[in-house]
């Protein structure tokens, strides 16, 4: 077993559990990739045949059970921010000064455009 491998016992009870968050569809092993380890704690790939929506999910494996944490980002989107630091008040306040100063119309900055009023 190389040093970023998930024990298979784990693995076993990880699949089994997760399900795709939109379809509902049960992931089998090959849907479910780990992508790297920081610790007790396994970044996940998962990809649903189904519906083909890709996940990001993370195991924090202990002794004795694998508790599981859904994250909203995308697999690629994780790979961009995992090695940035945590976000500080420096980032807080230079976000607030931003959006002061900002005098534009939200839908240029937003990836989707707010909905009509
Ligand atoms: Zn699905």
Excluded at 1 to 28: Q, T
Aim: proline share 9%; aromatic share 10%; with cysteine.
């Amino acid at each position: 077993m190389n040093d970023s491998a998930i024990p298979p016992a784990m693995f076993r009870e990880i699949v089994a559990r997760v399900r795709c968050a939109l379809c509902g569809h049960h992931f089998r092993a090959n849907d479910i990739q780990v992508l790297g380890r920081r610790g007790n704690a396994w970044a996940m790939r998962a990809h649903c045949p189904m519906c083909r929506a890709q996940a990001l999910l993370f195991a924090v494996v202990e002794p004795r059970a694998a508790h599981m944490l859904y994250s909203d980002l995308a697999p690629d989107e994780w790979a961009r921010f995992k090695d940035r630091p945590p976000i500080a008040t420096d980032d807080v306040i230079a976000f607030h000064q931003f959006i002061r100063a900002y005098d534009g119309d939200f839908s240029e900055i937003l990836d989707e455009p707010l909905p009509p009023e």
